[in-house]
């Protein structure tokens, strides 16, 4: 990482996922928390943070809510991904015995990514805004029979003990993150290595547009890794979001962005960053 970034935030509290992300993924940055995904895309907008690490995707739960919302109307750009394999934790105070426990604290998601586990111990299940906050709480609360689910990060932040590592129900529990800039850093194209293009579109008003939008990048041999679409106040289908292997000078993709631009009434490039190793070793 060039010395220009410093700092990158992320939604969630000290020790959450995606603190832990962008920990792993670039380790020179001091990592900055907020309270939503809108305040850390605001933070970087305003010069609070340099970058932003977001999840947009999980193997489990899927697409992350809201993100993809903010991601068009962010005014960033994405310089990377990363991806996180989630490895969850029964975190508790220090000297509690599993035998004691009676309620489990955690996110939305992590809670039923550990259903097997915590139907075994019958324990009470508690939705929180993060895992972190589950750690703080059960840390402030100082009862020997909460629990929660998280990080190993989040119990050495808060002092806390794991009573149990890996008690996902699935091993492949991965997390998807993209990394946003208010600058468009464009890596330089290297022959030997492999990029993703992420950009956003709106379809013309006609029959077949968008199969007809996306037919150049059939043609010119461009593979499409991932296309979403959003809905208008009327619940049309205009905007979609997609991800295809290239480099936005390559030769193939600019001829698929030219077909694409004669169909659609609005392209938007979000950024060129390089394929991360889970895509090549499929684990990360």
Request: negative net charge.
């Amino acid at each position: 990482m060039e010395n220009k970034y410093k700092t990158i935030a992320f939604q969630g509290m000290a020790g959450a996922y995606s603190d832990l992300a962008c920990r792993e993924a670039y380790p020179e940055l001091e990592t900055v928390p907020c309270v939503s995904f809108d305040a850390a895309f605001r933070a970087v907008r305003n010069k609070e943070a340099d970058l932003a690490m977001i999840p947009v995707d999980n193997t489990l739960a899927g697409r992350v809510a809201d993100v993809h919302r903010l991601i068009p109307n962010g005014d960033l750009f994405i310089i990377g991904e990363h991806f996180q394999l989630i490895r969850h934790c029964l975190l508790g105070l220090p000297g509690a015995k599993m035998e004691e426990l009676t309620d489990v604290h955690s996110h939305v998601h992590a809670i039923p990514q550990c259903k097997l586990f915590i139907d075994k111990h019958g324990l009470d299940r508690h939705v929180v805004a993060d895992t972190a906050k589950g750690a703080s709480d059960v840390k402030k609360w100082g009862d020997a029979t909460q629990a929660a689910i998280g990080s190993e990060l989040a119990a050495g932040i808060y002092g806390l003990e794991i009573l149990e590592r890996d008690i996902q129900d699935a091993n492949h529990n991965t997390t998807r993150f993209l990394v946003f800039s208010r600058n468009n850093d464009i890596p330089e194209r290297e022959r030997l290595h492999r990029y993703i293009t992420s950009f956003v579109f709106e379809v013309r008003n006609i029959p077949a547009a968008l199969y007809k939008a996306l037919g150049g990048f059939a043609t010119n041999g461009v593979q499409m890794v991932k296309l979403e679409s959003y809905v208008d106040e009327h619940f049309n289908v205009a905007r979609f979001y997609a991800d295809v292997e290239g480099h936005v000078d390559e030769r193939s993709l600019q001829l698929a962005f030219e077909e694409l631009n004669f169909f659609a009434k609005r392209v938007v490039l979000l950024g060129t960053y390089p394929v991360h190793n889970f895509r090549i070793l499929g684990h990360s």
